[in-house]
């Protein structure tokens, strides 16, 4: 039986959770989410918790109890508070600006680069090097985030590119001019 899928879930004011039809339903403050339970797992509200049962003793079950919990608490993390991913873009000359749901990356491409701004997720450019990315699925913000650091990822040499706030990009030593060998 999974450690992580004993734990409870505390039930913050103002989310209400169903479970029906296999299929949990969140809703709060920023919004509703939604997650299809596959397995013998059942979910139950009460007493201000939520708790994540398994009906069986099998290997994949025992997987998918964890993994549902987990799941589970990051829903209503999502609708109480929110997830938000930062970004930084480094490079000369290099700037990001909001344009209607469009983001436009001058990240030293011979174009500028317009990322379309997907449904459910906010972005924001706090400064001309920031980019912010939020909203209540965790996965869409961590993928948003992972798919705009892919335009041009950092390099080792300069450090140029697009990285997460706080990344450590491990420079690397260029080329030596070869002076005193033969």
């Known amino acids: 039986m999974s450690r992580i899928g004993k734990m409870s879930i505390a039930i913050p004011a103002g989310v209400e959770i169903k479970f029906e039809n296999s299929v949990v339903t ?13 397995g013998a797992i059942e979910v139950k509200a009460e007493n201000g918790q939520i708790s994540v049962l398994a009906l069986d003793e099998e290997a994949e079950t025992g997987a998918l109890h964890g993994l549902y919990r987990a799941l589970i608490a990051d829903m ?4 109480s508070e929110g997830f938000v991913k930062g970004l930084e873009v480094r490079g000369v000359g290099w700037k990001v600006a ?5 983001l436009v ?5 011979s174009h ?8 459910g997720i906010k972005l924001e450019c706090p400064t001309q090097t920031e980019i912010t990315v939020s909203g209540i699925d965790k996965a869409l913000v961590g993928q948003v985030a992972a798919d705009l650091r892919a335009i041009r990822k950092p390099e080792p040499y300069h450090g140029y590119g ?3 706030k706080g990344e450590n990009v491990e420079h690397k ?10």
Do not use: C, D, W
């Open 162 to 164: 697009i990285r997460y």
């Open 105 to 109: 990356l001058n990240v030293g491409f």
């Open 26 to 38: 969140v809703k709060g403050a920023k919004g509703t989410l939604s997650r299809a339970v596959t």
């Open 98 to 102: 909001k344009q209607g749901n469009k």
């Open 112 to 119: 500028p680069i317009e990322f379309v701004e997907p449904e």
């Open 76 to 79: 209503v993390k999502g609708v």
């Open 173 to 182: 030593e260029g080329k030596t001019s070869g002076k005193g060998k033969k």
